[in-house]
């Protein structure tokens, strides 16, 4: 089994940092798939109240439940404060969508036991493994 394929069969509650109000940006079509195939998904975004029906948070530390996963849609440089976040919070995983690359954070949450994905669309992953099943 693929440490991806274990993550997303372990997971449930999954914080999406960067979670657009915007139904075509992909934070949002993302967490809505997540959404319909079982997930509780938490938004973690400033900028709105309610996303998908789901209360939103600042950050992730105003989440005032357990957190499995953090689903990061955010740029690089911002990737680092999250992760600390993450592992504060006691998150068992980080998830960086397509194209959020930071291997020193990737190196942080690793050496707080977080297991790591980088690179990957949850969304995408999640087909792939419903395939094989």
Request: aromatic letters at 4%; hydrophobic letters at 40%.
């Amino acid at each position: 089994m693929s440490t991806e394929e274990e993550i997303l069969n372990s997971s449930r509650v999954v914080a999406v940092v960067g979670l657009s109000t915007k139904p075509d940006r992909p934070s949002y079509k993302v967490a809505s798939y997540l959404k319909k195939n079982g997930y509780k998904i938490i938004p973690v975004t400033p900028k709105a109240e309610k996303i998908l029906g789901e209360v939103c948070y600042p950050d992730l530390g105003s989440i005032p439940k357990s957190v499995d996963m953090v689903n990061i849609f955010q740029r690089a440089e911002e990737v680092p404060a999250i992760v600390e976040e993450a592992i504060n919070i006691g998150a068992k995983v980080v998830w960086m969508q397509e194209g959020v690359i930071n291997e020193q954070a990737a190196a942080r949450a690793k050496k707080a036991g977080l297991l790591v994905v980088m690179d990957k669309c949850m969304l995408k992953e999640h087909r792939k493994l419903r395939q094989t099943l």
